[in-house]
């Protein structure tokens, strides 16, 4: 697989000039087009890059939820700005298990699961192969293709890293059978990095039946699951049902290591909120399990910051206040798969051709298009439209007023010879 790191000159340490050797990096590929889209002064631009939401008047949105709550927090008069622990947030911590594993899981009454706050979802991947690198550093299988910042993260942990074979380009859906054939001959004791559900880029996600194969194949490989969830809600629309595979694979006895995101799902981006839990197999372990996941978390950021996870922390731990984030994530990710239905209505519409039944059989955030990279450049160039040049979509951004345009777009990038 491709290698990620930078080809660099050699520090001369004679030189006066201590850094004239550094190359210049290439620029992220998500964050780079937001600065294009940015920079475009076209009023017919659409921005399907960034997988952040947007109201259908292209606006960025703040939960209601988090508004009130967060207002509580600044107001409160009893919480001042002393360190949180290393491990961050205690109430935080246990809402984020409940949520994960569910209410009544024995996992968490038998003290098996560590938890920490972390930053973000990225932050937990971070601290979690951190982790994976000091205690138990196999080899990381991850899917092809993945979020491109899963392999800067592993390869900056040390971590070796390869590929199984995710997405089937023929039927646009997932190849069940590549990915056990593959994760059959891994190493023992390697480590799988899973999607939770909707899979970023490509929008395909394991059936159940499916997420027992892969159980089977980690069970008697003895792979370490390692599950990713950045996006719970927005595969089903249903927080529980989102989760079936880290609940699945808990009940199965799996000891493994779950990121977990509150970023899409509260809309929480930059105050950086989200979990690291290492599932253990009994209460001792898992005390010296955090003991040194403390030591990482000490030597990266020392302590997470508190005000997020403070507003996170009370929709997790109140009824009322849960029952309302679940009300309004359910309006935010309804928006996104209407916006599925409409664009595939007007590709139809227009009879642009190809198959466009993926968009609508794909979920969450992303639709993985089939587009070519050329084809993408094109759309960006001539029809203002940003995307990914793999042709992944974040269906954020488009809405009832851009639909048609994008449709137009996609149909000319298409025909053209
Ligand atoms: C698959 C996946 N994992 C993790 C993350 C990390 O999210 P954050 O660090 O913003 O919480 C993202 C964000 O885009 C993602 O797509």
Same mark, same amino acid.
């Given at each position: 697989m491709q290698k990620l790191q930078l080809l660099q000159n050699q520090f001369n340490p004679t030189s006066d000039d201590i850094f004239f050797h550094i190359v210049q990096a290439p620029p992220d590929p998500i964050f780079g087009i937001a600065n294009a889209y940015k920079a475009d002064?076209?009023?017919t631009k659409i921005d399907l890059g960034v997988g952040a939401y947007r109201t259908d008047e292209e606006k960025p949105y703040v939960f209601e939820i988090i508004k009130k709550l967060e207002r509580e927090v600044v107001n409160d008069?009893?919480?001042?700005?002393e360190y949180l622990p290393i491990e961050g947030l205690a109430d935080f911590n246990k809402g984020c298990q409940k949520l994960m594993f569910g209410q009544n899981s024995p996992l968490i009454a038998s003290g098996q699961i560590v938890t920490a706050q972390c930053l973000g979802g990225t932050g937990a991947l971070r601290v979690g192969f951190e982790f994976v690198k000091r205690h138990i550093p196999g080899d990381v299988y991850v899917s092809k293709?993945?979020?491109s910042n899963h392999n800067q993260v592993i390869e900056r942990a040390g971590l070796n890293q390869f590929e199984y074979p995710?997405?089937?380009?023929?039927?646009? &859906?997932?190849n069940c059978a590549g990915t056990i054939e593959c994760l059959s001959q891994a190493r023992m004791g390697s480590i799988v990095l899973l999607h939770v559900c909707a899979h970023n880029p490509t929008g395909v996600d394991p059936t159940e039946a499916e997420w027992l194969q892969i159980a089977d194949v980690c069970k008697k490989r003895r792979l370490v699951p390692f599950f990713d969830c950045a996006y719970q809600g927005f595969a089903s629309g249903c927080i529980e049902k989102d989760v079936f595979a880290v609940r699945k694979f808990a009940e199965l006895g799996f000891q493994m290591i779950v990121a977990q995101s509150f970023s899409k799902n509260m809309g929480l981006y930059n105050e950086r909120v989200g979990a690291v839990h290492i599932v253990t197999s009994n209460k001792d372990i898992s005390a010296r399990v955090l003991s040194n996941l403390k030591i990482v978390i000490r030597t990266i950021c020392s302590n997470p910051p508190a005000i997020g996870a403070r507003i996170a922390a009370k929709i997790l731990t109140d009824e009322k206040n849960f029952n309302a984030w679940v009300e309004e994530l359910k309006t935010v990710t309804g928006r996104i798969i209407k916006m599925r239905t409409l664009l595939k209505q007007e590709l139809d519409n227009l009879k642009v051709p190809g198959n466009w039944d993926h968009i609508t059989r794909q979920t969450g955030f992303f639709t993985f298009t089939g587009l070519t990279p050329e084809q993408c450049d094109l759309l960006t160039k001539q029809y203002h439209v940003y995307l990914l040049?793999? &042709?992944? !979509?974040? !269906?954020? &951004?488009?809405t009832s007023k851009n639909v048609r345009y994008l449709a137009e777009s996609i149909k000319a990038v298409v025909q053209k010879k």
């Open positions: 002064t076209s009023n008069p009893t919480l001042n700005k293709p993945t979020w995710y997405f089937d380009p023929k039927t646009k &859906g997932f040049r793999s &042709g992944r !979509m974040s !269906m954020a &951004g488009i």
